[in-house]
Structures are given as C-alpha cells and as structure tokens.
C-alpha cells in the first residue's frame, strides 16, 4: 500500500522521520542510552579491540557514516569493508574482533557470505538489520535491529538513514561501557538524536516541492557529480549511487580533496556538481576548505548545488542553487543532508517518467554473490 504516494519511494522518503524515531524507541531513557537486546553481552564488546563494519551498497554508505562516530565514541579502531571484498583477501581477524554487518534485507549474499567467514575466523559479529529473522541475524552472535518498517522500493532510503541510527546507538552504547565516552557527552548526544526527526520533517515540509520541482528542470542532465568531505564523503556516494540506480544519469561520487588529484579534470562549463557542505559551526576550517572548492571548480563553470546548513552565508556567492538543512552537530548531518539527495533522485527520475521503485537491472534483495 503506498499510502496515497505515487510510488513507495516517495511513501518510504516520507517515511524517514519515523525510520530514526523508532529505531531510537526504547534504546534512550533520560539521556542515558542502552539497548537492551545486547544485555548480557558486556563482555564481548569489552573484550574486543577493533570493529569492522561489513556492508554492500547505501549499508556500506551507512558504515561510513558509522566509522567517525564509532571512533569518536568507542575509541576503538575502525574499518568499514565491502563485504564481496572482505573474504577474497586474508584478512587479520580474531577473537577480540568485532564484525559489524549492515543489511536491510538480512539476505545479502555477499554480506551473508563474509559474516560468515568472519565466523569461521573466530570473530564477534554483531547484525544490524531490518528484516526480523532474516538470515544474517541468525548467523551472528549479537543483533540491532533497525526499525525502519518494511522497505518495498528497491532504491534503499529510509533504512539507510535507520542505519546510522542504530550505529550512533551502538557507539554510545559500547563507548559508554568501555568508559570512552562520559555520561554527560552521551546525553548530549542522545539528545542531539531524538532531535533529528523532526529536522528530517522539516526538510521533507519545507522543501520537498522545491527540490522536485529543481531536480525536473535537471532533467535533461547526463552527468551529475557529488562531492563532500568527512562524513558528507559518504553522502556524496549515497547521492551518486542513488541518481545513477532510478534515473541512470551518470552520477559520481567524491571526497573533495580528492578534487586536485583528478576528478577536477571533468569540471567544464554547465557540469552540476553536488557539494555536502559541512558546518562552519562545527569546523571552520573543513568548511574553509569545502567552500574553496565550491570556488575551484565554479571557476571552471561548474554549476553548484550547495547542501549547506540554515544560515550558512559563505556558500551563497558561489552556489547556483543552496539545499538548506536544520542546524546539527557535526556527525549528525548526515541523517539531514541525504534527505535533499533523496527527493532530488526521486524527483528527477519521476520527471522523466520512469518507474522509480522498480528500476532497470536491480532487485532489491540481492541473493546471489
Ligand atoms: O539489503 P541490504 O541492505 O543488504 O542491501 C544492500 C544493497 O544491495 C542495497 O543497499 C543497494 O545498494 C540499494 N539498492 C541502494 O539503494
């Protein structure tokens, strides 16, 4: 049932508020974060010395995000793998290692495959997932689910947002026990939490028409590029991914200080390019550079789609168009600047008439390696 929108997608973006808030419910209580389904399991997380997190895809995206709040807030080294490179190497893995797997599904193979593999090496693994009972939660020693509802559309967006979720939860949740992180920075945190929702409403309120109504007049585009630095890195891949997977435009995603290092050398007049602007508030100096490259490449005639936060006034010479977000601490913009990327893909694939819940070649559980 798609609710009276015209395609799940539409109906699963405007899902995304409730995709954060339920997957919070029941895991924070007066600013003190814990989630129940790993009582019991003290032990393993204070007995490991490493995470790495395993995922395909927007999951992987997801991961990340995840890496800078699970260094943050656990202290414990991080790697984030794609999870159909995991196991074709040798990896160093043991007992004291944490093997994260995001799947929507829980019926990823690759993803099945490395937990798995993982396993077999003596690792901890740890399933956050979204499908109750799926296969992958089974095969793992620890579970978070994430509590999105079901996900019909084949382009993943209100999960992905629900992944982030529960890994900031996880990262509280075992920093907290490993004392990496104080009681009180987690209540702030926890707090800054709740609020997204409600950011994420406004945004889907306040700008959803306008971002539909820009992304058909984009139209006609055949190549877009996004670029973003720190956590708005894997934004600017969910952006990408998500325009090439239901429009199929040519779309790439960037760090902008890889810029200078080549992606530069495709910038020629007209060519949209997507910016994840980080906030000035939280390090002026990555916006420094940010918005330095926002002037790199409009001097060579790019045309730039800022996602910048309310009030940012130093992109606004520079941008062509500025997609503004509610003000949030820095790991918690993610959760806000890929919703303007999610309504941009939807909008532009819908202006071409395409159907954006089944798009060409993808299935939306992928069960073959
Ligand atoms: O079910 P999963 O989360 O394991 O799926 C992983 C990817 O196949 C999935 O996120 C895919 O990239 C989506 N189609 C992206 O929109």
Avoid at 175 to 197: C, F, H, Q
Wanted: glycine share 8%; with cysteine.
């Amino acid at each position: 049932d798609k609710g009276g929108w015209p395609s799940f997608m539409a109906k699963e973006v405007s899902e995304e508020p409730e995709a954060v808030a339920n997957t919070l419910r029941g895991r924070i209580h007066d600013g003190v974060v814990s989630i129940p389904e790993l009582d019991g399991l003290d032990d393993l997380f204070r007995g490991i010395d490493r995470i790495i997190v395993i995922a395909c895809g927007t999951a992987a995206y997801a991961g990340m995000v995840g890496k800078y709040a699970l260094e943050q807030w656990t202290r414990l080294p991080v790697d984030v793998e794609l999870a159909h490179e995991f196991r074709y190497r040798d990896p160093v893995i043991g007992p004291s290692t944490l093997v994260v797997s995001i799947s929507q599904s829980g019926e990823t193979m690759d993803t099945l495959m490395a937990v798995k593999f993982a396993r077999e090496a003596g690792a901890k693994t740890l399933s956050i997932c979204n499908t109750q009972g799926a296969t992958i939660p089974r095969e793992s020693d620890a579970i978070v689910y994430t509590h999105a509802g079901p996900e019909v559309a084949v382009a993943s967006t209100k999960a992905f947002v629900a992944q982030i979720t529960a890994l900031y939860l996880l990262a509280l949740h075992v920093g907290r026990l490993r004392g990496a992180v104080s009681a009180s920075a987690v209540e702030e945190l926890a707090r800054e939490l709740e609020a997204v929702p409600s950011k994420i409403t406004w945004i889907l309120e306040n700008d959803r028409a306008r971002i539909e109504e820009f992304a058909a007049w984009m139209a006609d585009t055949r190549s877009v590029l996004f670029l973003g630095r720190h956590v708005g890195y894997p934004i600017a891949l969910e952006g990408a991914l998500k325009l090439k997977e239901i429009t199929y435009i040519h779309a790439e995603g960037f760090a902008a200080g890889e810029l200078k290092h080549g992606p530069i050398a495709l910038i020629e007049p007209g060519q949209p390019v997507f910016v994840i602007v980080p906030s000035p508030r939280a390090s002026a100096l990555l916006h420094a550079k940010v918005v330095s490259n926002i002037q790199e490449i409009r001097a060579r005639g790019a045309r730039v789609i800022a996602v910048a936060e309310e009030g940012d006034a130093a992109v606004l010479p520079f941008a062509d168009e500025v997609l503004r977000i509610p003000l949030a601490g820095p790991l918690f913009e993610p959760l806000l600047a890929v919703v303007p990327l999610h309504i941009f893909a939807m909008g532009l694939a819908g202006a071409k008439g395409l159907d954006v819940d089944q798009p060409r070649n993808l299935a939306k559980s992928v069960t073959v390696e």
